[in-house]
């Protein structure tokens, strides 16, 4: 009894944080299937990301060969840091210096997707808006004091926050973001900033699951194979039975 009271504390307590969001998350759209968009995402994830965040049970070489890029132009495109195709996806921050610069270590992100759901990723990247009181003159409305600068604005461009006066139930009112606007354009449109976004989270999600792609084709294939057995193996077990009486 008390391990289940324990248990849907922890489902609950889920609940009410999965909820701090004042709306509704919009959904990333990703396509597993989209190579191309794979492809991109891994290039942004290398030029953006990496330097920062691992993905540690990740090899270079097994995206080169899932997205069918050779490994002269894996190394061109992904390692800028002297490690081999075959080499895991590490980072030479120390924990250290990542405490110092930023307060806490970015995390690894072999398993963010499956941790934090691909639409909170795709929220989480175009939501940081200019907040000077932080240390990089960066806040996030779905990370609230976020430690990670904005690494993508010269691509988004800034945005700021638009709030509105909410009244609490103790009488208290507060300011609650109601929305973000884009005041400094980046490079790219916001169309295409969010195509950048569903790229990254595309690659993230792969990561999270290299073999999924597969697992689901393979997996459609088993299905079949036991449709037809059942079938077999009705008219095999009417065969059988047949001569015994009732
Ligand atoms: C300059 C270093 C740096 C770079 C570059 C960087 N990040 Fe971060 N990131 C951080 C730090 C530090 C945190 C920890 C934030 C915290 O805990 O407050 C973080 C946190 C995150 C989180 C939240 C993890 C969690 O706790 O759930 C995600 C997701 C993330 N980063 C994704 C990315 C992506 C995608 C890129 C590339 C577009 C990127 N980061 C580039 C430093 C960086």
Same mark, same amino acid.
């Given at each position: 009894?008390?391990n289940i ?9 889920? &609940? ?13 759209n =990703?396509d597993p299937?989209?190579t191309?968009s794979?492809k991109?995402g891994a290039?942004?994830f290398a030029d953006?990301c990496?330097n920062?965040?691992?993905?540690a049970?990740?090899?270079y070489?097994?995206v080169?060969?899932? $997205?069918g =890029?050779d490994?002269?132009t894996l190394? /061109?495109?992904m ?6 195709v075959?080499?895991?996806?590490? &980072?030479?921050l120390e924990a250290?210096d990542?405490?110092?610069w930023?307060?806490?270590k *970015?995390?690894?992100l072999s398993? =963010?997707?499956r ?5 909170? %990723?795709?929220v989480? %990247?175009r939501s ?7 240390p990089?003159g960066v ?5 609230k004091?976020v430690a990670?600068?904005?690494?993508l604005?010269? $691509?988004q461009?800034l ?9 609490? /139930?103790?009488?208290v ?6 929305g973000?606007?884009?005041?400094e354009?980046g490079?790219v449109? *916001? ?8 790229? =990254?989270?595309n690659f993230?999600h792969y990561?999270?699951?290299p073999a999924?792609s597969?697992?689901?084709?393979l997996?459609?294939?088993?299905i079949?194979?036991l449709?037809?057995?059942?079938v077999l193996?009705?008219f ?5 039975w047949k001569?015994?009486?009732k």
């Amino acid at each position: 009894m008390k391990n289940i009271a324990a248990l849907l504390l922890v489902l609950f307590s889920n &609940i009410v944080m999965g909820a701090t969001t004042s709306h509704a998350l919009e959904a990333a759209n =990703i396509d597993p299937d989209d190579t191309e968009s794979l492809k991109r995402g891994a290039k942004y994830f290398a030029d953006y990301c990496l330097n920062c965040h691992s993905v540690a049970l990740m090899r270079y070489s097994r995206v080169g060969s899932d $997205l069918g =890029i050779d490994d002269v132009t894996l190394e /061109d495109m992904m390692i800028f840091t002297g490690a081999k195709v075959g080499d895991l996806m590490q &980072i030479s921050l120390e924990a250290e210096d990542a405490k110092q610069w930023f307060g806490t270590k *970015p995390p690894d992100l072999s398993v =963010i997707a499956r941790s934090r759901g691909v639409d909170w %990723l795709y929220v989480f %990247l175009r939501s940081f808006y200019k907040d000077e009181s932080r240390p990089w003159g960066v806040n996030n409305e779905v990370f609230k004091d976020v430690a990670m600068p904005h690494v993508l604005w010269e $691509l988004q461009g800034l945005q700021v926050a638009t709030y509105n006066d909410v009244l609490g /139930d103790d009488g208290v009112s507060r300011k609650l973001i109601s929305g973000l606007k884009l005041v400094e354009p980046g490079k790219v449109t *916001p169309d295409e900033y969010n195509q950048v976004v569903r790229d =990254i989270v595309n690659f993230l999600h792969y990561v999270g699951e290299p073999a999924k792609s597969t697992r689901l084709q393979l997996g459609k294939w088993v299905i079949l194979y036991l449709a037809l057995f059942f079938v077999l193996m009705y008219f095999v077990k009417k065969e059988y039975w047949k001569d015994v009486k009732k």
